[in-house]
């Protein structure tokens, strides 16, 4: 399922192979929530801007339309018209920042849907079984995310508790993987560290279930309060205790630079929604820092947003254009906004892996971590 191909310090280079088809690690996850980007983005421009695998939510689908829906039209795979990996997080995180009036015991979570108020419950098995029906390449085990910082000792019972819930979830992913009406038998499983900021419970929490027979393992639980160099500081407590031979997935993050920190300690997954999100606001990423593209300087500026950048938006329209777009509430702003967010960061993993393959990653890492942050 995964080969490592080689190391630049820390910098993993490697393939995942899958039944949905392969990925080069390391990857960044093109983020659609409800089996769509937003911004108008769809699967075939996706395919055209380098997507190598796609991420949705497992709690969002279970609410509209529904796993069932999914399970009927044939998998997600079907539903949305993509031939590449598709990765399903747990609904966990959604859960525990989204959930109203939630209970949590050791047998799941119930909670109020933030739609319409009505009463769910997950668990463990529950998560497996929507995201069985989903059909996505990866599943993600069902995990209690919390605030950072959280006091020590109930960090401490939520790690047990995750930990708990990961052996019940590979129990269900087995027994659901064996069943004649499972879509995708081969349904791969990630755990997911936990542990908040406290550096004994991460290390704990990651010896203990690198012994449970997961094909993928997760950082969870960063990027929600804490300072971005307390993240790195985990990453590094956490990362030599991951198994070499299975993929790495950094959760939930992040922004260019915290991606190219990411690939330094070793991971090799990345999501996150900010370039889509960013760019519906008008904030565009470049490989000369970031870009307001709603400032007045860009109102009558016929250049394309970045003249070596290849992404349909650059090839075809200039930011005085685009930044007319979004002050009028077009959607084809957003739409072309988005697609060259995304296309950037398809293109940094790129250029990322190249540099891993020439051994060069230490410059790119060096040219790169701050310039990417510039504002223009």
Not at 136 to 155: H, L, R
Not at 157 to 165: G, H, I, L, Q
Not at 250 to 273: A, H, K, Q, S
Request: proline letters at 3%; charged letters at 25%; aromatic letters at 10%.
């Amino acid at each position: 399922m995964f080969k490592l191909i080689k190391m630049d310090g820390h910098a993993r280079r490697g393939h995942f192979e899958s039944v949905h088809g392969s990925a080069e690690t390391p990857v960044f996850m093109n983020v659609g929530t409800s089996a769509a980007i937003k911004g108008g983005i769809s699967t075939t421009d996706l395919r055209e801007i380098g997507c190598q695998i796609e991420l949705s939510n497992t709690y969002h689908l279970h609410v509209r339309p529904g796993d069932e829906v999914i399970y009927k039209m044939g998998g997600i795979h079907k539903f949305f018209n993509w031939d590449r990996p598709v990765l399903t997080d747990s609904g966990g995180f959604q859960v525990f920042s989204l959930a109203q009036l939630r209970k949590i015991t050791e047998e799941g979570v119930s909670f109020a849907s933030h739609i319409d108020g009505r009463r769910i419950f997950m668990g463990p098995e529950e998560s497996m079984q929507i995201q069985s029906h989903i059909a996505s390449t990866i599943a993600m085990a069902f995990d209690e995310c919390v605030e950072n910082p959280s006091p020590y000792d109930y960090v401490k019972n939520s790690v047990e508790r995750t930990t708990c819930w990961l052996k019940r979830c590979i129990a269900e992913m087995k027994r659901l993987n064996s069943l004649d009406e499972t879509i995708n038998k081969n349904q791969l499983l990630f755990g997911i560290n936990q542990g908040g900021t406290y550096d004994d419970l991460r290390i704990e929490h990651m010896k203990t279930i690198r012994e449970l027979e997961c094909d993928g393992y997760a950082i969870g639980g960063l990027a929600v309060g804490e300072e971005t160099e307390v993240m790195y500081h985990i990453i590094e407590q956490v990362e030599p205790l991951m198994p070499k031979d299975k993929p790495r997935y950094l959760m939930g993050v992040g922004t260019p630079w915290n991606i190219i920190e990411g690939v330094y300690r070793g991971i090799d997954f990345f999501d996150c929604v900010m370039p889509s999100r960013n760019a519906r606001h008008g904030y565009i990423f470049t490989w000369n820092g970031t870009m307001n593209i709603n400032n007045q300087k860009y109102q009558i500026d016929s250049e394309p947003i970045d003249r070596n950048c290849k992404c349909p938006a650059c090839r075809n329209y200039s930011r005085g254009y685009i930044r007319h777009l979004l002050n009028v509430g077009e959607m084809l702003g957003m739409r072309l906004a988005v697609l060259h967010n995304l296309y950037f960061y398809n293109e940094l993993m790129a250029k990322i892996r190249e540099a891993i393959d020439s051994g060069t990653y230490e410059d790119f890492y060096k040219r790169y971590r701050l310039a990417l942050q510039e504002r223009i």
